[in-house]
Structures are given as C-alpha cells and as structure tokens.
C-alpha cells in the first residue's frame, strides 16, 4: 500500500525600477505636452460634464464647442485610447530589467511495508520515507545584452533503514551556482538589447504627435463647422431682408396698378422676385439645420440635442501673413511631421537590430557553483566547488530570412524618409496655398463690399424712378438680385477667410493674430 502527498509551491515576484513605471503613467505624457504646438490647444480647455451642462443651457460661443468637442469628440477619445496603449506598452518594456525570483518547493511522503522481520515475514513493517526539496532561483537581464543566474538547491531525504533495527538515514544536499552569460556579436550591443524599449518610446512618441494632432484637426474641424451655420445663419438673414424687400416692391407695384401707374407685367415680375426669395429662404433654413447637426456631430454631442449659437456677426479684420515664419512655425510644430520624424527613428532602429542578426552568435558564459553533500548512514561528507567558462561561436550560412528581414528594413526605412519629405512638401504647398486664398477673400471681401454699397444705392435709385413712375419695377428687382448675390458671396468670403485662419492655425500649431 503507497501513499504520496505532493505539493508544489511556485512564486514569481518581480521587484524593482518601479519607480520607473509609475513615472511613466497615461496622464504624465498628457501633462507633458510642451511642444510648441501647444499654443494653439492652451487657449482652451476641456469641459467637464458639469460644464458641458451648464454651456448647452445657453447659446454656445466657438470657445464652448471647442472645449465640448475636446471632451466628447470620438476621434478624439480613439486617439487618445491609442496614445495611453502606446504608454502602457512602452512603461512595460522596462519589465524586461526587473529581476526575476521564483521560489519552488517540494515535499514528498512515502509510506510503504515490507516484510523486513525474518522473525515475522506475515507482519510487514511501515517504512517512511520523507523527501523535502527547496529550490530558489534569480535572473537578471543587463542593458548589455548579458543575462546573470543565481540559483540554490537544497534537499532534504529521511529514509527508513532497509535493514531491521537500523537508525533512520538522512541525506541532505546543497547546490548553488552562479553564471554570467555575455553576448559579443549577435543580440549584444545596448541597440540592439534595448530595441524593445526604443520601439516602444518610438510608438509612444509617435501616438502622442499623432494625439496632438487629433487635437488640433478636432480644433479646425469645429471651428469650420462653428463658421458654416454662422454663415447659413447670416445667409437666412440676408434672404429674410430680400423677401421684406420684395414684399414691398410687390406691394407698391400692385398700387400702382390699381393707380394706372404701372403694368401688370410689374406685378408678376415682382412677385416672381419674391417667389424665388422665399424658395432660398426654405433652403437656407434646411441647410442651418444640417450645419447645426454637423457641428453636433464633430462635438460629439447626441445628435437630437437643440442647441443654439451666440447672435454674433461674421466680420473680419486684415492679417499680414509671412510665409517664410508660417513654413519655419509649421516645420517646428506641426505634430504629422513629428510624428513621420519618429517613425523613422523607429525605422533606423529596426534597421540595426535586423543587421545585428546578420552577425555570428559568439557568446561568453563564466560560472561558479558549489556542492555540498551529507549522508550521515554513510558517514559522508563531500564538499565540491570550481569554476567553468564556456565559449559558445555559431554562425548560420545561407541565412536567408535574417537578410531579408534587413533588406526589407533597410527599405523601410528609406519610405519613411520619404514620407517626411513629402510631408514637408505637402505642407509647404498647403501653406503656400492657404495664403493665397486668405488675400484672396480678403479682396474680394473688400470688393464686394463696394458692391453692396453700389447695389443698396442702385436700389434706392431704381426705387425712387419706380415711384416716380419714370421706370419699372424691372430695375428694381435686378438692383435688388444684385444686392442679394453679392450680400450671399460677401458671407461666403467672410467664412471662407475664417475657415483658412483656422486651418492655418492647425499646420502652425500656432495661433495666428488678428
């Protein structure tokens, strides 16, 4: 009849550089964003719900959507959910320096019979048998691509004499070595070893350009959105004006024709006039609708919600905008352009290791250990020590994959230059552009502000002829349609120059005064 009772504690504890991880958290790198790009995010602030409640009680300023948006937007909460898992990956990495400890201990009961007494072969005698092991290691990597063991063994026999009358035998035995294993060529080199880390602070600082961006696009996104119903606003504003102006034309006309003054040609003229005026009013008030919508969308607001903007009116004040400072600002700040800066440092890193794996394997080992070895039924004693070093050189010919693994890093590497230099092209050619049609609007604002002017005055004139019976309505509605088309491209450029500040602005990473 046996009997075994075994158990088997593990334990692993990682211990260590905590320090290190916990200064690497999510939100230290959110509080660390001083890049220049930060001028243009610092001027507003994320609203809390408490806000966000309060704010969409009232008519919302650009400031509160702004701040809405940088709280609610969903682009927005998806790039920064990438951002903290490049931070946790990267905090993570450092794991790999933490010293490893793992605990294992054993015990094993064995109770057999034997028939040992001659005397007495039909009584066999209970035999025990206890074994105890202890076996504790730890591992530690170093940034040098060396890996240093320690580990010990103790154990532990009680054993029932096989002999009747005899004592119990104890055995004990302990070991421990010591060993220190250093790659030369393949895998060594602090590059290499560390490639894990530098990936991983390559992707994070790439998530977090990427983040700053999201930031500001998110920025330009509401403000474009902010300034279209402003400008469908205005639009219904200035199509409400032109209906009371054909309501009183057509009413005027209507008099005269009852006076015998004018035609009924002048009446259906003018109630054509009005007809076409309400039609765009119908439309105009459609489309503020859908603007309204639009901007709740990019805030990230539910879609249903009613909400209403200031009574603000679009004006515009002339800027000075120097090319040569925009390019210097946007190749200093712009977070795209960082973060095509990063990949190719992560790209040069990659390029390193996979050459690194080109190398024959020479490793190093230097070792100690010790024996210790007691047997009290045998009286012994025995006590061993020394030391061993081992050289281990392997280098696989015709390696294909490894070579392969480098070309294709060598090729990626020079994409991802590529890609920065035609990130840089690209916003050179957007600024470049963005200047253009800023003094392009602000021309045409100027100049279609004399055209109104010289459309209310040809009104006024076509008006008092009407009246005077010295012409037809005919004048009017044309004076009139004038006064309305450029009324409708005056609002159009106003928003158009806003909309280029603002885009401006999110290449710049800057703000740009007014």
Known sequence: MDSTNDYKIGVSIFVGALMTLLTAGPGQAQKNDSTAANGSISAYKSFSEAEISTAVQAPLTLDDCIGIALSKSIALRLAQGDFSKAEATHAGTYGAYLPVFSIQGTQENTLEKRPLDIANPTDPTELDFENRALVATVQQALPTGAVLDFSGDIRRDLNSPDKFGSAP????????????????????????VNSAIGTARHDRRMQEKLYLNAKLQTIYTVKSAFYEVLYQRELMRVNQAAIQRDSTLFAASESKVAAKLATRRDVLSAEIQLATDKASLIKSQSDYEFALDALKEVMGLPIEMP??????????????????????????NNPSLHSAEAAVDRSRLQLKVAKNQ??????VTAGYSGSFEKDTDQNIDLRTTGFITTINLSYPFLDRTAAANAE?????????????LNVKRQLAVSIR?????TYSSIEAINTL???IEA???KVDFATTMFNLGRASNLDITDAQEALLKAQTQYVRELVDYHIQLALLESLTGQPVAQ
């Open 408 to 420: 294709n890093a060598q090729i990626d590497l020079s994409q991802q230059q590529d890609n920065v």
């Open 358 to 363: 080109l190398l024959p394997q020479f490793d």
């Open 433 to 437: 552009s963005i200047i253009r049609n």
């Open 307 to 332: 909400i209403e903007l200031v009574n603000v009116e679009l004006s515009y004040m002339p800027v000075s905008l120097q090319e040569e400072r925009l390019l210097r600002q946007a190749l200093e």
């Open 449 to 451: 502000q004399r055209s």
């Open 169 to 192: 035998t104890r055995t004990r035995n302990r070991i421990y070595s010591v060993q220190l294993r250093q790659p030369l060529l393949r895998n060594a080199w602090p590059s290499t």
């Open 455 to 457: 459309a209310e005055q």
